[in-house]
């Protein structure tokens, strides 16, 4: 797959082969909601689209797509795209994260409580 | 249920993901600081992501089977729902979003399944979010290559003269199956009906529910 001739890119996984589906499911959990939301809230603003959602995710290959799960590709995205549309700066993200990270060791210690 | 797991399971019976039981990850703390950004700067506030949240927990499968209860019962909705999904969802006051909904309808020799071979675009606001499964590299590959092999491990196994349709999701456009009214249903109650439409029937990887099964 890391050599496809056909010029289609690692997410176009249509006819394909692959194993069987495995049908675990999970509860979303609050942090993935809030991704969920912000998704739905911040495209509603106009400070980027589905497309612009997709561009990113897309653009992050394959890897990320076996390493990292849904919502964590999502709030990666997310970011990105409002980076990009000038929400805020990277250097504005990288302050609040140290602050958010030395907040504790747990979400809800992360987050405030909240 | 054993007394040491009972805390690792959620209401539903569904295990949380380990997310929940491990020390702060990267991308939780992403999410904290994008949405205290994002409120510091009057973008969005808390009130609006926990309403937007509410709204999200609200939409499930009900919405999508009292959708398709309505068609079984009434065949100028079922004409109006599949010329046009979205305006026919609306009229029962489900908002459907700026996507086109076209809702397929399964009959004796037609089978329709629904993927999304790109990404995961999935009927939301009628279904609630799409299972794991519906996202996996498993389905998303496989069900447009041999669709027939995939139902079976959902556990549907059709004629072999059944046609079997496979409808591959845009960004754009959502699709909803519309399941068989089964055989043994007909004094049934719309309300009752629309418990024997179950998710995955909504999908296609599922058949509605046989009444008193």
Avoid at chain 1, 81 to 100: D, F, H, Q
């Amino acid at each position: 797959m890391d050599n496809r001739t056909d010029g289609r890119r690692w997410h176009d996984m249509g006819g394909q082969d692959a194993g069987p589906i495995c049908d675990d499911q999970h509860d979303f959990s609050l942090w993935e909601k809030r991704v969920d939301a912000l998704m739905i809230l911040c495209s509603g603003k106009g400070y980027f689209t589905v497309d612009g959602l997709r561009r990113a995710l897309e653009d992050m290959g394959e890897d990320a797509f076996e390493s990292m799960s849904y919502y964590e590709r999502w709030i990666a995205s997310i970011n990105q795209n409002l980076i990009e549309s000038g929400a805020y700066t990277i250097e504005e993200l990288g302050v609040k994260m140290a602050e958010v990270q030395a907040r504790g060791e747990t979400y809800g210690d992360a987050s405030l409580g909240q | 249920m054993p007394h040491d797991h009972h805390d690792h399971l959620s209401p539903s019976g569904h295990p949380y993901r380990q997310d929940d039981d491990t020390p702060l990850s990267y991308w939780q703390s992403m999410e904290i600081a994008v949405r205290e950004l994002l409120v510091e700067k009057n973008i969005t506030t808390l009130e609006e992501i926990s309403t937007q949240i509410d709204k999200m927990d609200a939409r499930g499968p009900a919405l999508g089977a009292a959708v398709v209860a309505r068609a079984w019962v009434d065949p100028a909705f079922k004409s109006r729902l599949l010329k046009d999904g979205s305006a026919a969802s609306g009229e029962m006051g489900f908002d459907v979003g700026p996507m086109h909904l076209i809702a397929l309808e399964n009959t004796a020799d037609t089978h329709n399944i629904v993927v999304c071979t790109l990404c995961s675009c999935y009927p939301r606001n009628l279904l609630g979010l799409p299972p794991d499964w519906y996202k996996s590299r498993a389905y998303r590959s496989r069900t447009v290559k041999e669709p027939r092999k995939v139902l079976s491990e959902f556990g549907v196994n059709l004629p072999n003269d059944t046609q079997i349709r496979v409808h591959d999701s845009t960004a754009d456009m959502r699709y909803v199956v519309i399941p068989a009214r089964p055989s043994g249903s007909e004094d049934l109650s719309e309300e009752d009906l629309a418990k024997l439409v179950t998710r995955d029937s909504m999908i296609g990887t599922g058949l509605a529910m046989m009444p008193n099964a």
